[in-house]
């Protein structure tokens, strides 16, 4: 039986966060471009977030471009003291909200900066860099120029800790002879299972790992199997995911997104779900019957 609680902790950077965080980018507009549909429910759902005792929140300024950041200063700034907010770098949006590499030293200086200035903190807590040589999956390559100038401006008091986004194990050893990782942002999620090996070797590291996508992003997850161990549980299918990816690794730190606040209050709440071992067999069947198609 595994029992998730939410008090479960993991240190990412030096700080101490609920391995149930919230991930920002559904409070933009739709496609992640332009103001929220609903100004006020976005303010309300990121107030919720904190009343409800999370304490990471995952963002970056090229949502929106810069509209979540700041509908997250409006809603919380000043900060409480436990609050970490993440975010990241590396992409910037054209002007019809196409996803844009921004790897150049000035782009990821200004970055940096259009983060401290929409957040209003005089230093990122945790900043990724997402790596675009691929823009739908980690795909091989260098990461060393862009990596360096971020390490340049975490010397310079910008930022405390970095992580890496959308990379390969291969990308992540190279950029530990740069700098500390402190955490990689890969999509992972119950069907998606193509870094199993790398979570096991980042656990042993002390790394953390945060899913994107953990419900299915865009496409959310569906499967008969998911629906009914969610339905044996009282639960809803998405809280069944969630839990599993809770039971996964000590290093999971999770980042659902949602502009509802019904939504929030069920991501919540699946924290506290308890998977019998059986439906553990039947999810990690599941994904491994998916990896093998």
Known sequence: MSNIKPTSTF??????????????????????????????????VLRHVVASGVNHIDTSDFYGP?????????????????????TKIGARRGSDGAWIPAFAREELTQAVHDNLRNLALDVLEVVNLRIMINPHGPAEGSIEAALTVLADLQRQGLVRHIGLSNVTATQIAEGRKICPIVCVQNHYNLVH????????DLARDGIAYVPYFPLGGFTPLQSSVL????????ATPMQVAI?????????????????????????????????????MTALN?????????
């Open 193 to 200: 299972r193509h870094d199993d090996a790398l979570i096991d």
């Open 66 to 86: 810069h509209v979540t950041n700041q509908v997250i200063r409006e809603a919380l700034a000043p900060y409480p003291d436990n609050m970490v907010i993440v």
């Open 11 to 44: 240190v990412l950077g030096d700080r101490t966060v609920k391995r149930l965080g919230y991930g920002a980018m559904q409070l933009a507009g739709p496609g992640v471009f332009g103001p929220p549909r609903d100004h006020a429910a976005a303010l309300a």
């Open 227 to 234: 629906s009914e161990v969610a339905s044996q549980l009282h």
């Open 243 to 279: 839990a599993w990816l809770l039971h996964r690794a000590p290093n999971m730190l999770l980042i659902p997104g949602t502009s509802s606040m019904t939504h929030l209050d069920e991501n919540i709440a699946a924290a506290k779900l308890m998977l019998p071992d059986d439906a």
């Open 285 to 293: 069947e599941l994904g491994s019957a998916v990896a093998a198609h």
